[in-house]
């Protein structure tokens, strides 16, 4: 079946480096892509998504490709902020049922230190 | 975009007993969504809730132990019934709107 898996966290780094998350799938077909994220007290919320190959998201400094031939949708920010600090997820869309039927990942918690 | 409201954040309830939380829209949206949060895991959907139909449950969730209600295009609830210590999660509502989806801020349920 469909599954995502990511990388384990928590992932603490100093302000200003270099962030990376990943993020592999399995699925049949073409699924999107999707990054979420939850911010200490408050809801989940799309981050960047990828709809099709090669396609990249981005969104507030944080970019993600399509990667089909590795099957892969890795995130990264070229420089983090401690208000990055944040649970990630990483999910694709189920084939019926339009967006709203989402497998997540496990969650990575980013810890950004000054 | 869509702000959705659930109700209540947070609960610490007996064995044996039952919790009905509250899921409400400000948009009109067809299909509706709830997901649980056990700890340390990631997110599980649970069922889907269309308006004037029963609510369509994933493999492992029935409708004896997750009865949801969705009398209007805005509202839906879900009762986590006959609830045991593994019952405890996070229980998120979130709908379709349009290309995108949202999620309420979860209800943390503990069960003792």
């Known amino acids: 079946g469909n599954s995502v898996t990511q990388m384990e966290g928590p992932v603490t780094l100093s302000e200003e480096a270099f962030l990376t998350i990943n993020c592999t799938y399995t699925?049949?077909?073409?699924?999107?892509l999707f990054w979420y994220v939850q911010y200490p007290g408050e809801g989940l919320q799309l981050l960047l998504k990828?709809?099709?190959?090669?396609d990249k998201g981005s969104n507030k400094g944080f970019e993600a490709t399509y990667r089909k031939e590795t099957t892969s949708f890795h995130l990264e920010k070229g420089s983090v902020q401690v208000s990055d600090s944040a649970v990630y997820f990483c999910a694709l869309t189920r084939l019926t049922g339009g967006t709203g039927k989402l497998i997540f990942g496990q969650g990575t918690t980013l810890q950004v230190k000054p | 975009s869509a702000v959705i409201s659930q109700k209540p954040s947070r609960d610490i309830c007996q064995r044996g007993t039952s919790l009905t939380i509250q899921c409400q829209v400000d948009?009109?949206?067809?299909?509706m969504f709830w997901y649980r949060q056990q700890p340390g895991q990631s997110l599980t959907l649970i069922a889907t809730a269309n308006q004037g139909s029963e609510a369509t449950y994933e493999s492992g969730f029935v409708i004896d132990k997750f009865p949801i209600s969705r009398p209007n295009l805005t509202f839906s609830t879900l009762t986590v019934s006959n609830m045991s210590p593994e019952d405890s999660s996070i229980y998120l509502c979130s709908v379709e709107l349009g290309p995108r989806t949202f999620f309420g801020q979860g209800t943390r349920l503990t069960v003792v």
């Open positions: 699925a049949t077909g073409y699924p999107s």
């Open positions: 990828a709809t099709k190959a090669d």
């Open positions: 948009s009109q949206v067809t299909m």
